[in-house]
């Protein structure tokens, strides 16, 4: 049952921020973060395998990884809770409000979906840059004959993600921190609210005196500071409730 204040918010808010996570391309068929890596990967724990740390000692596994990861993610497609926040920002642009989408997801689906304004606040798999001469190259193709695939200039080439103990992208960082602490609503989706920075943006939003709305079918650390946590998926929850909301 959806509480009618929410229904009223969604409809009538005068600025929403969006924050995603791996929950949200579940239902696409893309494993979450912290789901069990399986098949060849299973005696990994991939917060170790996404660090610098990791990428030094055995640069071949870490990018055999990665390459899997975005050959995989280039068979998926987005599900309807992507499309139901492409539309989103489409009714609020039309209506002159402001909307910002926060994703630290990798894997380029909202985009995909429609969406026009994502923040990457933790990069993508499909920009692959050098780690001697910065130079980077999209790659939305095969997968590469050789890990790590290397530059023209003979550097190694990495995945343009955002590993444990690097920095997040400053200019990303710093407009979701903005949208954060102006928002009317800010709605934590499918994520586990447990990776920083990014688990921090609703703090912001929270000290202004936003209303946060979470939709995860699992309990999070953020659940009991949110105005409302539905426990559900949000492919079915998040449409059921932008067209109660009429957007
Ligand atoms: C569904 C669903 C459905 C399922 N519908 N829901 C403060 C306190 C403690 C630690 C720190 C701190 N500040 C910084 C740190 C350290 C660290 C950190 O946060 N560690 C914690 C784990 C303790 N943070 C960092 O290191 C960050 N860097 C940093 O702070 O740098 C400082 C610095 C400054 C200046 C110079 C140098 C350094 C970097 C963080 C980078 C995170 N990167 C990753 C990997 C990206 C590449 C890759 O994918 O391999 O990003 S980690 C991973 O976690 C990935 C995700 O984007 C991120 C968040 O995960 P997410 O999206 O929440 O996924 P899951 O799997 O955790 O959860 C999925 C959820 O979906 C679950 O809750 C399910 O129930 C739910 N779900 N189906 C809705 N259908
Ligand atoms: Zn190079």
């Given at each position: ?188 989706l ?24 979470e939709i995860n ?13 539905l426990?559900?998926?949000c492919?079915?929850t ?10």
């Amino acid at each position: 049952m959806l509480d009618h204040e929410l229904i009223d918010l969604v409809g009538a808010a005068h600025s929403i921020v969006v924050l995603s996570g791996a929950g949200v391309s579940a239902e696409s068929g893309i494993p979450t973060f912290r789901d069990a890596l399986t098949g060849l990967w299973a005696r990994f724990n991939p917060e170790e395998l996404a660090t610098p740390q990791a990428f030094s000692k055995d640069p071949r596994l870490v990018s055999r990884w990665y390459d899997e990861r975005r050959c995989n993610v280039l068979k998926c497609r987005p599900n309807a809770g992507h499309f139901v926040l492409a539309q989103l920002e489409k009714a609020f642009q039309e209506k002159n409000r402001p909307f910002t989408l926060i994703t630290q997801n990798v894997d380029r689906l909202h985009q995909a979906a429609g969406s026009q304004n994502v923040i990457e606040l933790h990069g993508n798999l499909f920009t692959w840059r050098c780690v001697d001469c910065g130079k980077e190259r999209d790659e939305n193709g095969l997968a590469f004959d050789e890990h790590p695939p290397r530059c023209e200039c003979g550097g190694l080439r990495r995945p343009g993600v955002v590993w444990f103990g690097e920095a997040l992208p400053g200019e990303a960082l710093l407009k979701a921190q903005r949208a954060s602490g102006r928002c009317a609503l800010f709605m934590s989706l499918g994520t586990s609210s447990v990776v920083y920075p990014a688990a921090a943006l609703v703090d912001l939003a929270l000290q202004n005196g936003a209303k946060v709305l979470e939709i995860n079918p699992e309990q999070t650390p953020l659940s009991r500071r949110a105005h409302w946590s539905l426990r559900g998926k949000c492919g079915k929850t998040l449409p059921d409730l932008i067209s109660r909301a009429g957007n």
